[in-house]
């Protein structure tokens, strides 16, 4: 996939979403958020989700994933 943007680091997005995860844990907070890593930086959210996956819905966090637009 092309890119005009910076390209996307998956790992850096695994670990960002790890401090998320604590941080959501720490306040019983949910997370809200767009389909990270897709646009400019020609990410693909097939690499994305497992990582949401892992770090969040797996440690029982609800997680709500809007698209653009919704």
Same mark, same amino acid.
Request: charged share 25%; aromatic share 4%.
């Given at each position: 996939? #092309?890119?005009? #943007?910076?390209? %996307? ?6 670990? =960002?979403?790890? %401090? !998320?995860? *604590? @941080?959501?844990?720490?306040?019983? =907070?949910? %997370? @809200?958020?767009?389909?990270?890593? &897709? ?6 959210w097939?690499? !994305?989700?497992?990582?949401? /996956?892992?770090?969040? %819905? &797996?440690?029982?966090?609800? !997680? /709500? !994933?809007? *698209? @653009?637009? *919704?």
């Amino acid at each position: 996939m #092309g890119s005009k #943007g910076a390209p %996307v680091r998956y790992e850096a997005i695994d670990r =960002a979403l790890a %401090v !998320v995860g *604590d @941080h959501a844990i720490a306040l019983g =907070a949910s %997370v @809200h958020m767009p389909r990270i890593g &897709r646009g400019p930086a020609g990410g693909r959210w097939s690499r !994305v989700e497992p990582l949401i /996956t892992e770090r969040l %819905v &797996r440690r029982g966090i609800p !997680v /709500t !994933v809007y *698209d @653009h637009g *919704d």
